[in-house]
Each structure stands twice: as structure tokens, then as C-alpha cells.
T-cell receptor, first 113, second 114 residues
Framework: DTEVTQTPKHLVMGMTNKKSLKCEQHMGHRAMYWYKQKAKKPPELMFVYSYEKLSINESVPSRFSPECPNSSLLNLHLHALQPEDSALYLC????????????FGPGTRLTVT | DAKTTQPNSMESNEEEPVHLPCNHSTISGTDYIHWYRQLPSQGPEYVIHGLTSNVNNRMASLAIAEDRKSSTLILHRATLRDAAVYYCILKGGAGGTSYGKLTFGQGTILTVHP
């Protein structure tokens, strides 16, 4: 099974809402990632988790809060977002952070109203 | 992070070879050259990677210049399913400051005509 699953597929939220994005993999990978992709732009790295510990935070605003409760699961908690945060949020995993191949999920399309 | 430069778009006909170029003149000795592609409405997909030598796998071939300042992704027989955005990415090896990071450039939009 080489699949990374993400839920929900689509999410619409108001600026005062709190919501969470979920990412799951069962490949035994110990590195997991969050990327943000605006329309017609390349993905941008947000966070890297290695062995369930946050190893890279690309200066992401605190209204985005990542969590890695176990080696298979990665969450992204959202609070007080702005309309400009509307984007496709992609999760990825790899065997280790140094590994060559990252496996991406299909993404969650987020709209902030 | 070292940058890559790719053409904005390229076109090909089905069943013909496609050569996608990438310039990376500021590449460091420990940077690996990775290629990913993103099909419409999907997450990116790993294609191939290399360090110094040319590489082949079931999806494509990667030709790396001797000075490593450029590389070319070769799709030997393009199909309609190969229409995607192709990203050339430099990824640092273990111990570097870019360890674990994929920094995507603008990519090349490949159109394949039937």
C-alpha cells in the first residue's frame, strides 16, 4: 500500500472557525510533511516531522498548528484563518527525511470565507 | 537553497520522446537532482533522481551534465497520461541545512497531443 490519504477532500470555513485536516499513511514512513499550494503555483513546504518530532517549520503563521500524534497520522489544526489561506493543502510522507522519494496525498482543497 | 530554471511549457506528440531541460548552475556538491510531476487534480508524484551519473527507471531517464549545472528528464514515448507539470528540484543530502526539504520551482507544463 503506497497511499497517503487526506481528509476531508474539500473544506469551507469561516475566519472564526476552528477546523483540522487529517493525513494518514500505513507505509511505515517516519517522515511526514505539510505543503501549501496556491492555484497555478508550485507546492510550498510548511512543516516537516521526523520520528514524530517537528524538525522544520518554514516560518508558518501560528494560526496553522501541526500535530503528529503517532507515526501514521499527521494533523493540521486551523484557527482564525484569512481568505488568503485558501489553497490546496498537501500531505506527504517518506521513509526518512533524507529519503529520495516522497509520497503525496491528493490534498485538501480549503476555502476560507 | 539552490535554484532551478525550467521552460514554462513544452509540447509533444503522443509516442514521441520528450526531453525536459533544467538548469541548476548554483548546485552544490551534495545536492541531488530530483524530478516530480503533478498530474491535474493530483498531488505530486516522484519520477526519478540522481547525483552525478545518468539514471534510468521504468518511468523515465535522467541525463546529468558532466559539470552538474544542468540535467534533462527524458520520457522515451510520451502518452496522454504524461501531460502534467514537471518539477526539477535540488534536494540537499543528509546533514545539510536543506535536509529533508523539497523546494519546488515553477516547473514545466507538458502538453501531449494525440
Amino acid at each position: 500500500d503506497t497511499e497517503v490519504t487526506q481528509t476531508p477532500k474539500h473544506l469551507v470555513m469561516g475566519m472564526t472557525n476552528k477546523k483540522s485536516l487529517k493525513c494518514e499513511q500505513h507505509m511505515g514512513h517516519r517522515a511526514m510533511y505539510w505543503y501549501k499550494q496556491k492555484a497555478k503555483k508550485p507546492p510550498e513546504l510548511m512543516f516537516v516531522y521526523s520520528y514524530e518530532k517537528l524538525s522544520i517549520n518554514e516560518s508558518v503563521p501560528s494560526r496553522f498548528s501541526p500535530e503528529c500524534p503517532n507515526s501514521s497520522l499527521l494533523n493540521l489544526h486551523l484557527h482564525a484563518l484569512q481568505p488568503e489561506d485558501s489553497a490546496l493543502y498537501l500531505c506527504a510522507s517518506s521513509q526518512r527525511a533524507v529519503s529520495y522519494e516522497q509520497y503525496f496525498g491528493p490534498g485538501t482543497r480549503l476555502t476560507v470565507t | 537553497d539552490a535554484k532551478t530554471t525550467q521552460p514554462n511549457s513544452m509540447e509533444s506528440n503522443e509516442e514521441e520522446p520528450v526531453h525536459l531541460p533544467c538548469n541548476h548552475s548554483t548546485i552544490s556538491g551534495t545536492d541531488y537532482i530530483h524530478w516530480y510531476r503533478q498530474l491535474p487534480s493530483q498531488g505530486p508524484e516522484y519520477v526519478i533522481h540522481g547525483l552525478t551519473s545518468n539514471v534510468n527507471n521504468r518511468m523515465a531517464s535522467l541525463a546529468i551534465a558532466e559539470d552538474r549545472k544542468s540535467s534533462t528528464l527524458i520520457l522515451h514515448r510520451a502518452t496522454l497520461r504524461d501531460a502534467a507539470v514537471y518539477y526539477c528540484i535540488l534536494k540537499g543530502g543528509a546533514g545539510g541545512t536543506s535536509y529533508g526539504k523539497l523546494t519546488f520551482g515553477q516547473g514545466t507544463i507538458l502538453t501531449v497531443h494525440p
